[in-house]
């Protein structure tokens, strides 16, 4: 009897395993992590290194970089050293990042269960809203939200999910149409299980592999937006932000690239990086790349 119960623990287990062994073999996954890693490392760790105040003047207004050791990357407009800008503004970018996605995805599932759970009048309802959410210029919308209000980092965070989850929605969505009506879904409805528990307890989590895959695509496309919307002015001025950065040297790209250059550079990689590891789990979770 405790023979049996061991195999089926390897068993229940196995699918986990089969996927992380998948994404381990995904070279995009793995580069993805050891890029990730990196940009945490650089954002949390650096200033125990590099305990240079962001917001402080410490030489000549647009100095090219290597040309003092005090500011190894050179300075803004201002005189505030680059350096100390992408060490301190990649935590304000990564939350910025992580809030909005998880707003997104947290709007997009609940949307999207209860539209692909019920059908009907409901998901007709649900995909009324979701198309007059999804119809918006996404970047527009976010600009009207934060001018409304007090341009915080909590609220382009809520500006930025606000406006990014009928995707995932419709995901969401197309998922609960897909599952509700396979076995073991009616073999739980034949047992008594009510509504609640059928929608997450056993329809969800069959679901969650594509869901997964689009919440990592969803922070790089949050990191992007925040960076659009700093360009445009309309960050929160009091956390320094990469964003931020690229928005305060726009003006001067001809004469001093460096301000705008580093920045944008560690964007790049970290929106990268959620793209690739996107990219690994997507092989992991597909049974059909698997094979490849």
Aim: glycine share 10%; proline share 5%; no cysteine.
């Amino acid at each position: 009897m405790a023979v049996i119960e061991k195999t089926d623990i390897v068993q229940a287990q196995s699918p986990a395993r089969e996927a992380l062994r998948a994404f381990r073999q995904s070279w995009a996954g793995v580069l993805g992590i050891i890029i990730l890693l990196a940009v945490a490392l650089f954002t949390y760790v650096g200033p125990f290194f590099y305990p240079v105040d962001p917001f402080e003047i410490v030489w000549a207004p647009l100095t090219a970089p290597w040309e003092t050791s005090v500011a190894p990357l050179g300075t803004d407009y201002l005189g505030r050293d680059i350096l100390a800008g992408l060490i301190h503004g990649g935590s304000a970018t990564l939350f910025v990042g992580l809030a909005a996605g998880f707003i997104t995805i947290t709007i997009g599932i609940l949307v999207g269960a209860f539209a692909g759970f019920f059908r009907g009048a409901v998901d007709e309802f649900l995909m009324r809203i979701t198309e007059f959410f999804q119809v918006l210029p996404a970047l527009l919308f976010a600009m009207v939200l934060v001018t409304l209000f007090t341009p915080t980092i909590y609220v382009v965070s809520f500006a930025i999910g606000i406006v990014s989850w009928p995707t995932t929605a419709r995901l969401t969505r197309a998922e609960f149409f897909r599952i509700r009506s396979l076995e073991y879904v009616n073999a739980a409805r034949s047992v008594g299980s009510k509504n609640g528990r059928i929608m997450w307890r056993v329809i969800l989590p069959n679901a969650l592999a594509p869901l997964i895959v689009s919440a990592t695509l969803t922070i790089g496309i949050a990191i992007l937006f925040e960076a659009g919307l700093s360009f445009l002015g309309l960050g929160d001025p009091n956390v320094f932000s990469w964003g931020l950065m690229i928005g305060a040297g726009r003006e001067y790209i001809l004469d001093a690239w460096w301000s705008v250059t580093f920045p944008g550079f560690m964007i790049f990689l970290t929106v990268l990086s959620f793209s690739l590891v996107g990219d690994g789990l997507n092989d992991a979770f597909n049974p059909k790349l698997r094979e490849r």
